[in-house]
């Protein structure tokens, strides 16, 4: 009893009952406290600041002075390079890291634009005695193939002529072309294979067999319209790929057209600024925007902005089970559009930029040591395939001084894309 109570019972009542209450002994640490976990890698890394005082020489020694150039190294817990990290400096093609930040913070990633189909007048006989009118929601790739499933589906419900015109509202693009007028006769010419030119025959070749040849046939011309008739009666909504396979089509072949269109999606080149001001915690000292794209030298971002936007999206993609290893290029991995002619380390994920005289790489090397190493090069002068090499052998350089630690899924998501795809359109219902 005595020894229950001692656990008990404060020392002054411990007193009264004869037993002098026992001196408080310190409470060991448990494991957990004591464990690696709480000693965070800081500290600097001589290696690494060696690395990038050497890549700087070798610049120098290609007649490229390190004055023109831009370097920032860190983990989340230390600063390991920083040559004008914190200078705004063209930032090419890697304005679309803000872009797909400003997107992802915008719309889910399972997000689908909308394409939707009307006609008006009667339809009797798959003959539409009115006029076809397409609405655009902002897909912002709807290409050829796009627009053979569309017609696919359309042949399929018993359509095979417009007697009509056909009308283009809304935010709608066809192959990158945000002219409704230039729009409109694209999509006239994919639903009607009797106007297909050799590089429309060369996509439908690599649709899978059985997609429909159709021959829609539009009487009269292209016109834009701001509303839709009260008759126009709904045919089909055709849903674009997700936002997340989207970013990683735009990311992988720096499609410049996919990311105007996104940020104008968003509002323009300055509420995406906005968004990566508030999101990212970026100082509006070190981003300046005047497009979506990075189409301008006048798109200046700090290199170590750069990595705090990547931070930034990987916090809003984790949460959602993603990573930038789902949106970006990633070494040893993806071998189209901009990896071409790279030597990236496996499991490396990356952004690059080019525009006149500016060459960049930015991205993530996952790392046992340091876990997520954020870097950005801003490189500046008229040698890109010097910058390249140069900032592939850096690359690859920190790769080998760490132990990497990519986790790749055997097939991600959005790796693998199916343009044409009729199950994304889906049918009104009589």
């Known amino acids: 009893m005595r020894n229950i109570l001692s656990l008990m019972l404060p020392g002054f009542l411990m007193n009264l009952l004869g037993q002098q209450p026992q001196p408080l002994q310190p409470i060991p640490l448990m494991s957990w406290e004591s464990s690696a976990i709480f000693a965070l890698p800081t500290q600097d890394d001589p290696t690494v600041a060696a690395m990038v005082t050497n890549y700087l020489k070798n610049l120098s020694a290609l007649g490229l002075g390190s004055q023109n ?13 920083n040559q004008g990290g914190t200078v705004p400096t063209s930032a090419a093609s890697l304005t679309k890291v803000a872009t797909t930040l400003a997107s992802v913070e915008t719309w889910p990633l399972d997000h689908r634009f909308e394409t939707r189909i009307y006609h008006t007048g009667n339809l009797v006989n798959g003959v539409v005695n009115g006029d076809l009118i397409v609405e655009g929601t902002g897909d912002p790739m709807f290409v050829w193939e796009e627009a053979i499933a569309v017609a696919q589906s359309l042949t399929q419900a018993g359509i095979r002529q417009i007697k009509g015109n056909l009308f283009i509202m809304g935010q709608f693009a066809m192959n990158f072309k945000t002219d409704p007028l ?21 996509q439908y070749a690599k649709l899978p067999d059985g997609t429909i040849r159709s021959k829609i046939a539009i009487a009269g011309r292209v016109q834009k319209t701001d509303q839709l008739p009260r008759n126009a009666k709904l045919l089909l909504k055709h849903q674009s790929l997700t936002l997340a396979e989207l970013l990683k089509q735009m990311n992988l072949y720096s499609n410049n057209a996919m990311s105007e269109m996104l940020a104008e999606l968003v509002g323009g ?7 990566i001001i508030k999101t990212a915690k970026v100082s509006p000292d070190e981003i300046q925007l005047v497009n979506g794209s990075g189409l301008s030298v006048d798109n200046r971002i700090s290199p170590r902005a750069v990595c705090q936007i990547f931070q930034a999206l990987e916090q809003q993609l984790v949460a959602k089970q993603m990573s930038v290893t789902d949106l970006f290029p990633v070494g040893g991995r993806d071998k189209d559009g901009t990896m071409h002619w790279r030597e990236i380390p496996y499991g490396v994920a990356i952004k690059t930029g080019t525009l006149a005289q500016v060459s960049a790489l930015a991205g993530m090397i996952p790392t046992k040591e340091r876990g997520q190493v954020w870097f950005a090069i801003l490189n500046s002068g008229g040698n890109i395939e010097g910058f390249r090499n140069q900032q592939d052998q850096l690359l690859q350089q920190l790769s080998t001084h760490w132990q990497l630690t990519p986790i790749l899924p055997p097939i991600s998501p959005v790796i693998q894309v199916f343009l044409g795809d009729p199950s994304r359109n889906i049918l009104a219902k009589e």
């Open 69 to 81: 150039q831009r370097v920032w190294i860190e983990t989340e817990w230390a600063e390991l390079a």
């Open 182 to 202: 230039i729009a409109g006769e694209l999509f006239k010419q994919g639903i009607n294979s009797e106007q297909w030119s050799t590089v429309v025959e060369s």
């Open 269 to 275: 080149h300055e509420a995406v600024r906005q968004i």
